[in-house]
T-cell receptor
Framework: SQQGEEDPQALSIQEGENATMNCSYK?????LQWYRQNSGRGLVHLIL?????REKHSGRLRVTLDTSKKSSSLLITASRAADTASYFC????????????FGTGTQLKVEL | DSGVTQTPKHLITATGQRVTLRCSPR?????VYWYQQSLDQGLQFLIQ???????AKGNILERFSAQQFPDLHSELNLSSLELGDSALYFC??????????FGPGTRLTVL
């Protein structure tokens, strides 16, 4: 079963705009990770934020984590057409080893 | 390119058959994970191996089994296949850190 729910399910924006995706989860976690998946292909790791971190940046990506609300957000700034993909959050539960529990994903479409 | 390879890329077979999916992890990674991605279940963790031993088990059916060999490559065996087993099967690998690197996947179609 999936732990995470992502919102929105789908997002369509213009190139240059910012895209924000949200993820909620249910249990205590060691870390939360965001992955990108181009249509039917492998997942690409984007960024990892640990449970004791609140915000992290990587290039045009900004991730926040609120463990009290069990939620995270991924912001992609100045989006490009190449950012079109599905984005998944994945949580590593506390005491659950390294197995990841994935959210339902957000389909992002960036139009020219 | 993540450094994780999976073969075959596509597999089409009939119900009741048995298939083997193969994964080669990144050089030096001791952990291998298997995930299934289907339209109705999303991405689900199946099983993890660490240096040849089973480390964690997820939603893996009894008809499915896996192993990790001394050279660290892993195989996922799916038997008595059903239509519902049609999915993308991903392998991922990691070292001692938290990040998992995913392979390109094997698309299984059961007719």
């Amino acid at each position: 079963s999936q732990q995470g729910e992502e919102d929105p399910q789908a997002l369509s924006i213009q190139e240059g705009e910012n895209a924000t995706m949200n993820c909620s989860y249910k249990t205590s976690i060691n870390n939360l990770q965001w992955y990108r998946q181009n249509s039917g292909r492998g997942l690409v790791h984007l960024i990892l934020i640990r449970s004791n971190e609140r915000e992290k940046h990587s290039g045009r990506l900004r991730v926040t984590l609120d463990t009290s609300k069990k939620s995270s957000s991924l912001l992609i700034t100045a989006s490009r057409a190449a950012d079109t993909a599905s984005y998944f959050c994945a949580t590593e539960p506390t005491g659950g080893g390294n197995k990841l529990t994935f959210g339902t994903g957000t389909q992002l479409k960036v139009e020219l | 390119d993540s450094g994780v390879t999976q073969t075959p890329k596509h597999l089409i077979t009939a119900t009741g058959q048995r298939v083997t999916l193969r994964c080669s992890p990144r050089s030096g990674d001791l952990s291998v994970y298997w995930y299934q991605q289907s339209l109705d279940q999303g991405l689900q963790f199946l099983i993890q191996y660490y240096n040849g031993e089973e480390r964690a088990k997820g939603n893996i059916l009894e008809r499915f089994s896996a192993q990790q060999f001394p050279d660290l490559h892993s195989e996922l065996n799916l038997s008595s296949l059903e239509l519902g087993d049609s999915a993308l099967y991903f392998c991922a690998s990691s070292d001692t850190a938290d990040t998992q690197y995913f392979g390109p996947g094997t698309r299984l179609t059961v007719l």
